[in-house]
């Protein structure tokens, strides 16, 4: 069901001059993947508060929404030609207002476990690459169509958005290190491994996209387990996606890291000594 879509979408943006690898097919689709999704969740959601005679507060404004901006509707339910974006129009919109708009909920939301400190820290970290705005038109027009309501539709998402990233990691291990800058044998004759990846920021956080490039590296590998070591922070977006894929990823970040090379004195040098002194009561027999 969504197989052949997700490989209509990737012949359109291989068309695009601004998507180059399968990291932007992925991370393209990703995007409007999630905007589609949680239009059919907030709507759900209204339906079910109406029953109950409440009143749902939409995420998103109304101009926001996905059925506004990307596939407006006319009355018998088909794409409004009339109303809905496409070539420089498009593009222009979500480049100068949506991603704007998305990324200000980090700044705007009540704390860093709600759903708008995470849509402000997704959309901050991501920009839209589809520089045709037919192209990007011509996506939308695709996802518009999926429909991932039932769990069977959510199990077949999530098994094709998983080959996607592992495709993406392949891909991505052709050249360079793969992906992986260490092994860590857990046994003698090296039978069970942990892959390492380690990044030295100062000031930048780990991204999601550097989790979901780590995993198809883990792929390419055979790799059933990974470490990702930083000396700066995840962002929260980057720990969702550890906890969401199928392979165990462990995150280190400089805190941690920092507490882990004192325990084990590594790197460490000795400041002070502390003599605890007791008593010796043989000394007087």
Known sequence: MFEQTFKNIDDILRKDAGCTSE?????????????????????????????EGKTYTFILAESYRWEAWAA????????????????????DFVNGKLFPYLAGFKQ????????EYKIGEVFGEIKNKVQSGYNLRD??????????R??????????????????????LGKSGDGGVDGVIDQDALGLDQIYVQAK?????????????????SLDRFKANKGL?????????????TAEMLSKRIVLID????????????????????????????????
Request: net charge negative.
């Open 228 to 240: 990702f070591v930083t000396t700066s922070t995840f962002s929260p977006a980057a720990k969702e």
């Open 200 to 216: 030295r920021y100062t000031d930048n956080k780990v991204s999601s996209g550097e989790i979901r490039d780590f995993f198809g």
């Open 150 to 171: 039932s769990q069977t539709e959510k199990h077949e998402l999530s098994h094709l958005y998983e080959a996607k990233i592992k495709n993406m990691g392949r891909a």
């Open 254 to 285: 400089g805190l941690f890291l920092t507490r882990l090379m004192i325990r084990f004195d590594i790197g460490c040098r000795v400041e002070e000594v502390v003599h605890i002194k007791k008593l010796d009561e043989d000394f007087f027999d």
């Open 23 to 51: 990291l932007d097919y992925t991370e393209q689709s990703s995007w409007l993947l999630f905007l589609k999704y949680l239009d059919a969740l907030e709507h759900d959601k209204a339906a079910e508060a109406e029953l």
């Open 139 to 148: 996506v939308m027009d695709l996802v518009d169509e999926l429909r991932f």
């Open 72 to 91: 407006p509707k006319t009355p018998d339910g088909k794409l409004d030609h009339n109303t809905a974006m496409t070539g420089d129009d498009l593009r």
């Open 108 to 115: 705007r939301a009540s704390g860093p476990n709600t759903i």
